[in-house]
């Protein structure tokens, strides 16, 4: 007899999960494997994720890797045509550029929106087909609280991210009758490997006390977000930002 529980388990189901090396992505992995998902790693080369499909193969995982670059467009239709069909795809992959407004050149901002968001369009076109002909497909593209919540220094990357969080909304309303939901899930200060510098610094430390929790998030702390939105158990959640942050979004300091 099925029990609740089980409408977390992702068995059947194939999973890409983009940026899957490290950090938060890798987290996300990790969580669809152990629901039963067999998981497609991504990296920029096979070099780079082959460690990490090989330890989720050594836990008993269903594991592959695709490797291109997001800004590849024809190695990204290459590698989804190679890996068959696509249940559920978390777009992770974000790069930054944590510069002031005025030192970001035109062709700079194209560049970085071009890979934290035009290619996020990119690879739902190429997945999303197959979703709608079985009739079930998850979305989860990664944004950040900055969609929301801007700083400075970081206009290119504010932007990409507001943008995808608006793109998760509109693929919401246009796939919602096919049977593919479309969310995006909302982190705020994780201390991942790229966040190391800024943990260490004063900005850093400001953070840590403007969130309530009163420290940064592990990365494993995004696996449950991640897992709810890719399960059965999340079939009418649909064009919702689930936020991870501790607080910070609720609350109103300086």
Same mark, same amino acid.
């Given at each position: ?28 992995? =990790? ?8 998981? *497609? ?9 082959? #460690? ?36 559920? *795809? ?16 035109? $062709? ?20 999303? #087909? ?10 989860? *593209? ?14 290119? &990357?504010?932007?990409? =991210? ?42 850093? $430390? ?7 929790? =009163? ?20 079939? &009418? ?14 609350? &109103?300091?300086?």
């Amino acid at each position: 007899m099925s029990t609740f529980p089980d409408q977390f388990r992702l068995d059947g189901r194939t999973a890409l999960v983009t940026g899957s090396a490290r950090g938060l992505g890798w987290e996300m992995a =990790k969580a669809l494997a152990e629901a039963g998902a067999r998981v *497609l790693l991504h990296g920029r080369t096979q070099d780079r994720i082959a #460690p990490r499909r090989e330890e989720l193969r050594r836990a008993g995982a269903a594991c592959d890797a695709l490797a291109f670059e997001m800004g590849d467009r024809a190695a990204m239709a290459a590698a989804i045509a190679s890996a068959g069909p696509i249940d559920i *795809l978390i777009h992770n992959v974000g790069e930054r550029d944590r510069r002031p407004f005025a030192d970001i050149a035109p $062709e700079d901002f194209a560049r970085l929106v071009d890979v934290d968001l035009n290619a996020a369009h990119a690879l739902v076109k190429l997945v999303v #087909p197959g979703m709608i002909d079985r009739r079930w497909g998850r979305l989860i *593209l990664v944004t950040s609280i900055v969609a929301d919540l801007a700083v400075p220094g970081a206009a290119s &990357y504010v932007a990409a =991210k507001g943008g995808l969080a608006a793109l998760t909304r509109a693929l919401a309303a246009e796939l919602g009758a096919t049977g593919v939901t479309s969310n995006s899930l909302t982190p705020g200060f994780f201390a991942t490997e790229t966040n190391a510098q800024l943990m260490a610094s004063p900005a850093g $430390e400001r953070q840590r006390e403007r969130c309530p929790a =009163k420290r940064w998030a592990d990365p494993s702390e995004i696996a449950g977000a991640a897992l709810f939105l890719a399960s059965p158990a999340a079939s &009418y959640v649909n064009g919702h930002a689930l936020v991870v942050d501790g607080g910070v979004s609720a609350t &109103y300091l300086a």
